[in-house]
C-alpha cells in the first residue's frame, strides 16, 4: 500500500495472532430465504451427521451413537455457523455453490476417508490454517488416522503411510500446495494409481481448501471459543500465517 502522505510504500501485511472475526456471526432469525437456503444445506446435509448419510442403512446393524454426531460443531449454541460457513450465508449467490462443492470433496468422491483427510490436512498444515486443522483433525481422526501420522502432517513431515494410494495422495497434494503443479513424474504416477477422475478431484480439493484458508484469514475466523488452537512447529511458517 502508498502511504498518501510521505508517497512510501507501507508492508500492511495483517498481523498474526487472534482477532475479532471481521463478518459478525448471523443468527438463524434474521436471514433471508436465500441465506436459509445456505444454512439449511449445511446443517440439513451430509456435514450434520458427519458420515455421509442422514439415516443409518439397514446393512449397519446397530449405529454407534458417536458417528452420527458431526466431528465439530457447525453451529454455536445460538444456532450461528462457525468456522468458513459464516461466511457463505454472506453472499448466498456463491456461498451455496461454495459449500455443495465442499459436500461433493468430502462426501461424493472415490477417495477413501482416510486419503481425503490427509490431503485436506496437508493444505490446512501449510496455510497454517487454525480453524482448517481444528476441524479436520477431528474428521482425521475419525477415518482413521493415528497420532503419529497426524503429528507428521502437522510439522510438515511425511507420515509413515503403508498404502501406496496413500503415499501418492500426501507426495501430490504435498507438491500442489508447495509447488502449485505437479511435475510430469508426480502426475503420471497419480494418474495410474488413483486414476485421471482422481486426480481432477484432488486438484479441486487443494484449490477449495485454499480458498477456505484464504477466508478464514481474512475474516479473523479462529478455533472456536474453549478450544485449543494448533502448535505448528516453531522452525519457520508456512503460506499464510497464522489464522
Known sequence: ?????????????????PAATRL???????LSDEQLAVYEA??????????????PSPEDGDPDPSAAEPPFGLADESGRLLGPFNAMLYSPSVGLPLQDLGAALRFRTAFTKREREI??????????????????????????????EMDALREGRAPMLADVRERVVYEATRQLVADGDLADAVFTEAATTLGRAAVVELVTLVGYYR?????????????????????WPADGLAEGGHE
Open 1 to 17: 500500500m502508498i502511504d498518501p502522505v510521505s508517497g512510501e510504500r507501507v508492508n500492511d501485511r495483517p498481523a498474526r495472532g
Open 24 to 30: 459478525p456471526l448471523l443468527l438463524p432469525g434474521t
Open 42 to 55: 449445511v446443517t440439513g446435509g451430509p456435514r450434520a451427521s458427519g458420515s455421509g448419510r442422514t439415516s
Open 119 to 148: 490431503a485436506t490436512l496437508v493444505v490446512a498444515a501449510h496455510l497454517r490454517s487454525d480453524f482448517e486443522w481444528y476441524a479436520h483433525e477431528r474428521i482425521g481422526r475419525r477415518a482413521g488416522l493415528a497420532d503419529g
Open 211 to 231: 480458498a477456505l484458508a484464504l477466508q478464514l484469514r481474512v475474516f479473523r475466523v479462529g478455533v472456536p471459543d474453549g478450544e485449543p488452537a494448533p502448535e
